[in-house]
C-alpha cells in the first residue's frame, strides 16, 4: 500500500495515540469487534431519531415560558446519547484496532453517518411536513452527501489495496466478513431498539 494511503494506523501514528499492548489479548480484540458494533448502531439510532423529528417539523422543543408548537417526543434523549456513545466507541477503536495491516471497517463510521443523514435530508426536501419543497433542507443534504461522499472515496481507494494485497499473498478475507455482520448486527439491534423506545 501506498505510503501516504489513508489508514487508522496512519492517524494513530500522526496523532502519537499508543494502541493498547498485546498482551491485553483477547480483551483487547473483544473491545475492538465492541466498537465497530457500536458504532454501527448509534449511527443507526440517530438515523432514525433524526426522521422522527423532521416528521415534526425539523424542530422540537420542551419546557420554557413560551408556548411549544411541536413538544420534543419522549425518545429525543436517543439523538445526543447515540452522539456522545459514537465517539466513545470511535475514540476507543484509535486505541484497540488492529496494528499495522490489520483489518479496521471504522474509517467507514464518517461516510456511513453524513450519507445516512444527507439521505434524510435529501428525502425529506421533497416530502416536507406539509409540502412544498424545504430548501433548507436541500442545501443540507447535498453539503451531508459530499462531506459523506468525498471521503469514501478515499476508504475505497485504500480498502481496494488492502484487499489487493491480501488476495496476492493469498490471505483470506475473513475479518473484513466478521467486522461486515458485526455492522449488520448493530443496524438491525439499533432499528429494533429505536422502534422498541420510540413505540
Known amino acids: 500500500m501506498g505510503k501516504n494511503a489513508f489508514s487508522f494506523q496512519r492517524m494513530r501514528e500522526n496523532a502519537r495515540i499508543q494502541p493498547m499492548k498485546d498482551g491485553s489479548g483477547w480483551k483487547r480484540r473483544f473491545l475492538f469487534h465492541c466498537t465497530i458494533f457500536g458504532v454501527a448502531f448509534c449511527i443507526t439510532c440517530l438515523y432514525h431519531g433524526m426522521r422522527g423529528i423532521m416528521r415534526l417539523g425539523g424542530m422540537v422543543a420542551s419546557g420554557g415560558p413560551y408556548a411549544i408548537e411541536h413538544p420534543a417526543p419522549h425518545w429525543v434523549w436517543l439523538m445526543p446519547l447515540s452522539i456522545v456513545l459514537g465517539m466513545i466507541f470511535f475514540f476507543l477503536n484509535l486505541f484497540s484496532g488492529p496494528?499495522?495491516?490489520?483489518?479496521?471497517?471504522?474509517?467507514?463510521?464518517?461516510?456511513?453517518?453524513?450519507?445516512?443523514?444527507?439521505w434524510n435530508f435529501l428525502e425529506f426536501t421533497f416530502n416536507p411536513p406539509g409540502g412544498g419543497l424545504a430548501w433548507g433542507w436541500l442545501v443540507c443534504g447535498v453539503l451531508f452527501v459530499l462531506m459523506g461522499g468525498l471521503p469514501l472515496l478515499l476508504v475505497f481507494?485504500?480498502?481496494?489495496?488492502?484487499?489487493?494485497?491480501?488476495?496476492?499473498?493469498?490471505?483470506?478475507?475473513?475479518?473484513?466478513?466478521?467486522?461486515?455482520?458485526?455492522?449488520?448486527?448493530?443496524?438491525?439491534?439499533?432499528?429494533?431498539?429505536?422502534?422498541?423506545?420510540?413505540?
Open 99 to 118: 496494528d499495522g495491516d490489520g483489518i479496521n471497517l471504522m474509517p467507514l463510521a464518517w461516510p456511513g453517518l453524513f450519507l445516512a443523514l444527507g
Open 157 to 199: 481507494k485504500a480498502a481496494r489495496e488492502k484487499i489487493s494485497s491480501k488476495l496476492r499473498n493469498g490471505a483470506g478475507l475473513g475479518p473484513y466478513l466478521w467486522q461486515w455482520l458485526l455492522a449488520a448486527g448493530g443496524i438491525v439491534l439499533g432499528i429494533v431498539f429505536f422502534k422498541g423506545v420510540a413505540g
